[in-house]
Every structure is written in C-alpha cells, then in structure tokens.
C-alpha cells in the first residue's frame, strides 16, 4: 500500500471521551455509511448535500443524505486532511481554497487512494448545496463535485434580504417565524423546497407524502428539545461534558435529524448527561476558566478543547453546533414545507447578538477561535461586550497548519491574561 496515501499528518492527541452513549452513537454512524455503501453499490440512491440543506426533505423519502461538513470533519479527525490538501494542489487548485467545504471535492478527486476515508464516498444520485448570492464560489466548488462524479447538482437558493436578524430572534423563531421574514424571501424558499421534492420525486419514483415529512419534522423538533437540556445543564454549573465530546454527538445526530435513529441517539445522550450533572461528575473539577468556542469546530484537533483541563482549569462550555440546532432548527406550522422555508430564511448563523448572548448566558471567561472565525466586525462586538478574544492562527481541518507549540503557547498566555483579569 501506498505510503504516502496512508499518511496521517497534524496534531497527535486523541480526544479523550467519557460518555458511555458516545461510542454507540459513534458506532452506530459508521455502520449505517457501510451499509449505505453496500446499498448503492446494489443500485440504492442517496444525495451528498452540505449543512444548509433541508435534510427533512430527504428523510421523508427514506433518501440517505450524505453531509458535507460531517465528512470534512471525518477526514479531518482521521488526520487525512493534509494529504487531500496536498492533491487538490496538486490538481491546481490553489491553497487559498476554504478548506472546511473543500474536503469532499479533495476526496472525490483523489481516484486512485487505496486508503480513503471508511471506504469513501459512493457516486450520490444528485448533489444539493445551500445557494447565497454572497457565496458563487461554493455554488462553483459543488459543479466540479457534480461534475467529477456526473451527476446532477441542485442549488438550493436561498434569497438575501440586505436586513439584519430580528432582534433576540432565538425567542419567536420556532412559531412567530411569519413575522420574522419579509413574505417573499419565505415563498422563494418555500418554491426552492418544493422544486427539490420534484427531484425526490423523480430519483426514486416515489410520490411526496406532506404526512410523513409531518412526523420528520415532529421528530427533529422533539431532538432539539433534548439537546436544549443539555443546554440548560452547560449553563446552569460546571461541565460535565466535554465540547470535543458534544461536537461529534451533536453533528451526528443533526445530520440525520428527523430520523428515529437520530431522536432516539439525542434521547440517550440528553439523559446521560442529566445523570452525570446529578452525580456531579464533572469533566473537570477544578474548573476555573470557562471558555467559548466560536464558529465551526477544530476538526483537526478536538483534543485541543481538553489540552488545558489538568494544568488550568480551563474548560470550554460552549460550542455553535448545539446551540444553533437549538435555537436555529426548530420551526413549528401547520405546513411543515413553509415551516422548514423559515428555518433557511434566518438560522441564526452570524448574528452577534446571539453569540454574546451565548456567551453570556453560559458565563464564559474568554472566546477561542481561528483567525479566519474573528473578523474586525465579529472582533469588535466581543470587545464590546467585555469579551476577551485568542485567535489561532490555524485551519479547522487543515493539519499541514497545526503547531502544537504555537497553540500552546497562545493559550498559554491568553489563560494567563484572563486569570489577571479575575485577580487569581
């Protein structure tokens, strides 16, 4: 076997877990992608869609749905992603590329790996992307995908409207959402979602059943409410679970939201977690520092969020993909087409209030994150709501950018700055 293919580069530590519910929600993923696998190859159809797809469409035509953004971190975490960065060089593409959406293109690109991620990904019957007016080059990165594999790429677009989220939006988006967007951006979309169950419709020859999206629906609503007290218990006192351990629960879960598998994984989860705060069995007992991680998650490296528990007390409590799935995903309506429309009109993602709100109510010392993450505007909000900021100067899946000493060497000194700030 090809050495070099096989090679892992980046970061060394493996996150460490302590939830008995983690490796069965972990498990029980790798064995639905093998049995996908083994169903495509027998004719079997599936879509590959990035994050800010409407996945509840395809759960209710039993059409496994394939995440972008989860695969990246998968390559990622198996500390594949320097050597798939090196071949999309190699092909010409250049290194500027946003690297946490390329990694599926990287994959599909590379043929002749003998090694790939749990096998690799099978030929999809179409692909579907979220489509910003702000964004032609990802809707340009999914053509290549499409075109790489020769099949159909659907563009689900989703119209700007030039206007800031609603103020404390997270209290009315799950039923007041009507009120939320301007009625035309929520009849683009709701066409959008309607012009993708034409698709359903035609890959599997199946007709749409509005009832069965109903209890799709019903069913991620019902998850989200269980990861919501997993919220409560991460505000209410200290952490007794890991954020390297919520970001792969809590990413495979979302992406097979609406599913029985996935309510039921949350189910699990949310109750371990209230037996551990119970206990008192925190992750880290002499906490001392609680942190916020800001934007995407350190795929390449999760065990950084647990590097300075022993020598700092340092802890962080809070990440964006449980709380977004909270506050952003749930919609409620008596039509679940328009209802899931709402979700993409305004999921929450870049608002700044909502992250200092965040942050606040989870009573973080300090906000982390990559340079790219930390905007001026992004920067300036924190500073203004006394937030104190690091910003690492490396990629969230790019392991030919990890510097194990640089990285602790910054927050080394930023918990240093902080522990200043709190007089220790």
Request: hydrophobic share 40%; aromatic share 12%.
């Amino acid at each position: 076997m090809n050495q070099v293919t096989t090679e892992r580069r980046g970061a060394k530590e493996r996150a460490k877990n302590d939830l008995a519910c983690t490796p069965l929600i972990r498990g029980g993923q790798k064995e639905w992608f093998a049995n996908l696998r083994e169903q495509v190859a027998d004719g079997a159809h599936y879509v590959y869609a990035d994050a800010m797809s409407p996945h509840e469409i395809f759960e209710a035509f039993d059409l496994p749905c394939v995440i972008n953004e989860w695969w990246s971190g998968i390559v990622a975490a198996r500390r594949q992603s320097a050597y798939y960065f090196d071949q999309m060089e190699a092909h010409g593409f250049h290194s500027g590329l946003e690297r946490y959406a390329a990694l599926g293109l990287a994959t599909v690109l590379d043929e002749d790996n003998p090694d790939p991620p749990w096998g690799g990904l099978p030929k999809p019957a179409f692909t579907c992307s979220s489509f910003l007016a702000s964004r032609a080059d990802c809707v340009a990165r999914w053509e290549l995908l499409s075109k790489q594999w020769d099949v159909p790429y659907f563009p689900f677009e989703v119209p700007g409207t030039g206007s800031p989220m609603a103020p404390r939006w997270w209290e009315t988006s799950r039923h007041g959402w009507e009120k939320l967007y301007p009625a035309y951006q929520l009849d683009r979309v709701h066409q959008a979602i309607w012009d993708l169950i034409r698709l359903c419709e035609r890959t599997t020859g199946r007709k749409f059943d509005m009832d069965k999206l109903r209890e799709v629906m019903a069913r991620a609503n019902l998850q989200q409410t269980y990861f919501e007290k997993i919220r409560d218990i991460s505000r209410a006192g200290k952490a007794v679970v890991s954020i390297s351990e919520q970001l792969g629960n809590v990413m495979t879960i979302q992406w097979r939201r609406g599913s029985e598998w996935a309510t039921e994984s949350a189910r699990i989860f949310s109750e371990e977690v209230e037996e551990r705060a119970r206990n008192g069995q925190w992750i880290c007992p002499n906490e001392t520092y609680r942190l916020m991680w800001m934007g995407a998650g350190m795929w390449q490296n999760t065990s950084f969020y647990r590097a300075f528990e022993e020598s700092h007390g340092a802890v962080f409590v809070r990440s964006m993909y449980m709380s977004i799935a909270i506050d952003g995903y749930p919609r409620y309506g008596n039509d679940p087409v328009r209802a899931l429309a709402a979700r993409y009109c305004g999921i929450g993602l870049g608002s700044l209030e909502w992250d200092i709100h965040e942050a606040q109510s989870h009573h973080v010392d300090g906000v982390v994150s990559v340079s790219s993450t930390l905007g001026g505007r992004t920067r300036s909000a924190l500073e203004a709501a006394g937030l104190p900021i690091l910003a690492l100067d490396v990629d969230l899946v790019d392991g030919r950018t990890w510097d194990e000493g640089a990285v602790r060497r910054a927050m080394e000194g930023f918990l240093d700055t902080l522990g200043k700030k709190k007089g220790g």
